[in-house]
């Protein structure tokens, strides 16, 4: 189904504020494959449909949620009783993010009117003063509105992305079972001086270490220790194609999922949860073996990080 297909047939079709549509769409979202999420926001992006930009904020706003924020969905429609904002992301440590959601920046964009939004959430004591606003827009040419935030008085609370490296994000985030690759990308949405380019290294760096890691594991779940039949085989283990792995894994995981009855998301490419995070699933695979000796058909690496999890 396209997502306007998805859009009509939740509720009664409408997509307006605290309406069952709204609801049931939201809860679809919460659900679907992040593959499947990015094909819709790129769909808003490029055919102009009714509530096309209401969508795109949900979908926005559930790319928050698979970064590992608590997303606040926001209004659809502003009102003169409410403060318009698209959404809240909240994550423990961090300052708020204030989310404000753009298709284009052909059309000025009142600055003034998204630092409104802050200061009263700030005085309604749902925000504290150290929260920034993230400006997240469908094109990637956005000279205008950049040089519009840099200079206005607003340079060092507004930060802006499109919505192509949000996507990007939310890849990196689900390649990494590292809790330091998350730490990072939320801090490259903080506002931060960019004349010194320290932090934009160590983002690169972890991510760095996190593939070389992740590539180790990889490796151990694709032979065990010692498998080789005979001396003339040492260090010509055969590997499995990481991506053959990877579908077997989602394969294991969705008929497990359907066992319990529960939907799950992929949090990273070892780790699931249901949309509460309360259920959670690590899967390792492996394939079989078949070797001499004293040995086991099957072998699995299981990491603390998982155990955590």
Same mark, same amino acid.
């Not at 490296?165 to 985030?173: C, G, H, S």
């Not at 010194?196 to 160590?202: N, P, R």
């Given at each position: ?26 809860? $679809? ?12 926001? +790129? ?13 795109? @904020?949900?979908?926005?706003?559930? $790319?928050?949620? !698979? ?8 209004? %659809?429609?502003?009102? !003169? ?7 809240? /992301? ?16 052909? =059309? ?23 929260? &920034? ?5 469908? !094109? ?7 040089? @519009? ?26 390649? &990494?079972?590292?809790? &330091? ?10 506002? $931060?001086? %960019? ?7 160590? =983002? ?10 992740? @590539? ?13 039949? #005979?001396?003339?085989? =040492?260090?010509? *283990?055969? +590997?499995?194609?990481? #991506? ?22 992929? !949090?990273?490419?070892?780790? $699931? /949860? ?11 695979? &492996? ?7 004293? %040995? *086991?058909?099957?072998? %699995?690496?299981?990491?603390?990080? /998982?155990?955590?999890?």
């Amino acid at each position: 189904m396209s997502i306007e297909q998805i859009v009509s047939s939740a509720g009664d079709g409408n997509l307006l504020d605290n309406s069952p549509c709204c609801h049931e769409f939201r809860e $679809f979202l919460s659900v679907a494959p992040s593959e499947r999420l990015f094909d819709y926001a +790129r769909h808003c992006l490029e055919s102009s449909f009714k509530d096309s930009g209401l969508v795109l @904020q949900d979908i926005v706003n559930e $790319f928050g949620r !698979r970064l590992d924020f608590e997303a606040e969905n926001g209004l %659809y429609r502003g009102k !003169r009783t409410a403060i318009g904002y698209d959404g809240i /992301w909240r994550a423990t440590g961090e300052p708020d993010l204030i989310i404000e959601v753009k298709t284009t920046d052909y =059309v000025t964009v009142r600055l003034e009117k998204i630092a409104e939004y802050k200061e009263k959430l700030v005085a309604e004591g749902r925000l504290t003063r150290e929260a &920034s606003i993230l400006i997240v827009v469908g !094109r990637e040419d956005t000279g205008a509105l950049e040089a @519009q935030v840099r200079g206005s008085r607003y340079a060092w609370d507004m930060r802006l992305i499109s919505i192509e490296r949000l996507i990007k994000l939310v890849q990196i985030r689900e390649k &990494s079972d590292d809790a &330091s690759t998350l730490n990072q990308i939320r801090q490259l949405l903080q506002p $931060f001086e %960019y004349t010194k380019i320290d932090k934009i290294i160590d =983002v690169i760096f972890t991510t760095a270490v996190n593939v070389e890691s992740q @590539q180790e594991i990889e490796q151990q779940e694709a032979a065990p220790p010692g498998d080789v039949t #005979d001396e003339r085989d =040492v260090g010509k *283990q055969i +590997r499995t194609d990481p #991506d053959h792995l990877n579908a077997k894994r989602q394969e294991a995981v969705d008929w497990f999922a359907r066992l319990r009855g529960k939907e799950l998301v992929k !949090r990273s490419k070892t780790l $699931f /949860w249901s949309p509460d995070k309360e259920f959670r699933v690590c899967c390792a695979v &492996s394939k079989r073996y078949e070797a001499k000796g004293d %040995y *086991q058909p099957y072998w %699995y690496a299981y990491h603390p990080s /998982w155990d955590a999890f």
